[in-house]
């Protein structure tokens, strides 16, 4: 039992390329969705819904769920919040299960839903989610949620990060791992200025995320590896918070 | 009239993101079809036709043209030769016309039918194709050709030189040509040897295109840059190896 292959899917529009037999998904939407996920289920909310459409979320509304709704970067009008980790603390969801849509994350997701385990990346959780990868076997699969199908600086950036501690002699890269890898050298020693060139740093600039750009790029803040289970987003158990 | 942006497509099957608008196309298919074209019209080539399929290669051959076909690295039986550049020397290519299909190279350019102008770059005419994009306007889109449409080391390098070289104030970049151009900076001190890590030299290895990897990475050994007139690849005439 051993890892066979990282490989990189660059955006969500290349999926169709990889195989999804026996392969560990790792989705990543650095800003903010995967980012936001870590930080509220380690804040201990019950569970994430991902959902792809505005009109998914909204049918929750009966249940007493949490609804979140991001569309390009900003919050939906009528929505409780949306992809801001500011609204992922624990006197806002502990408890409580948490709807949520966004342009991308959610998106990527849903089409991972052939992979054997799908579950969430960021660098609030970087460290125990490569413990947790090299302990498994067969393929990985490092999905960058991109924007709107084009790939994006932080979330390939990130995705290196992940390659560059998991590679070990016998791990096949393709070319798309050794190239997020090489990005993520160049990056690490001054990931925010790196970062800075993103379009999505710029596209976010008139909606004040700095904030939320600083929070996210911080390592291991949580332990909270979120994997899907029966179309929720929970805990793996043995990275619970709790089993600390 | 100046350039406006510079954008970067890491394989074919993303080109239905980019507007085709008022935009120049370069097609870039490192090992080895672009450098071969490049070389090829240097060389005397009347003309290149490139087509997808090597049933359409095979209709030309009433015409007396060189027919030339690769899949998967090797010449296709029964055919003139492939796309090593060492069989696009003048002693094989003056005054000849080549109708060629390749795995990626060829399909790439017919994706690009929409832009403004479609011309192929490689390391071979790196310098001159450069020199003549910075007096284009509009928009820039490096179009690389990859492998079955993932995304390759090679051409994303040599994409990240043209940016490099194309970068100035006030033409913006995408996300894809921020990270090729990282890419290249932090190979170009030994391409080769970062590229040993390409799949497509893994690939080649039993082929024995060692040779051929090399030569497409020396630079500048021609000025002649390819451009799509009429379904055909033929000199931009200020460019040919005449005009010097």
């Not at 990130?158 to 798309?176: I, M, W």
């Not at 050298?185 to 379009?199: E, M």
Request: hydrophobic share 45%; net charge neutral; proline share 3%.
């Amino acid at each position: 039992m051993a890892l066979k292959s990282v490989n990189v899917c660059l955006s969500p529009a290349l999926l169709p390329l990889y195989d999804a037999d026996n392969t560990t998904a790792v989705v990543i939407d650095i800003f903010r969705a995967s980012s936001s996920m870590c930080y509220g289920l380690a804040n201990g909310a019950r569970a994430i819904i991902p959902v792809a459409e505005i009109d998914e979320c909204l049918a929750y509304k009966e249940k007493g769920y949490l609804l979140a709704a991001e569309r390009d970067g900003a919050v939906v009008d009528g929505f409780d919040f949306g992809n801001s980790p500011f609204s992922y603390t624990p006197e806002k969801v502990a408890g409580k299960t948490v709807v949520l849509t966004t342009t991308n994350g959610t998106r990527a997701i849903n089409l991972c839903k052939n992979a054997k385990t799908v579950v969430m990346g960021s660098f609030l959780n970087i460290s125990s989610l490569t413990h947790w990868l090299r302990k498994q076997d067969g393929h990985v699969l490092l999905v960058c949620a991109g924007w709107k199908n084009h790939m994006s600086l932080e979330d390939t950036v990130f995705a290196g990060a992940v390659v560059d501690r998991l590679e070990a002699s016998g791990v096949e890269l393709d070319d798309a791992a050794n190239a997020a890898r090489s990005l993520y050298l160049n990056a690490r020693d001054n990931l925010g200025a790196f970062l800075a060139k993103a379009s999505h740093s710029k596209r976010m600039k008139h909606l004040r995320i700095e904030e939320d750009i600083a929070f996210c790029l911080q390592e291991d803040l949580v332990t909270a590896i979120p994997v899907m289970k029966k179309g929720k987003l929970v805990c793996l158990p043995e990275y619970m918070p709790a089993a600390q």
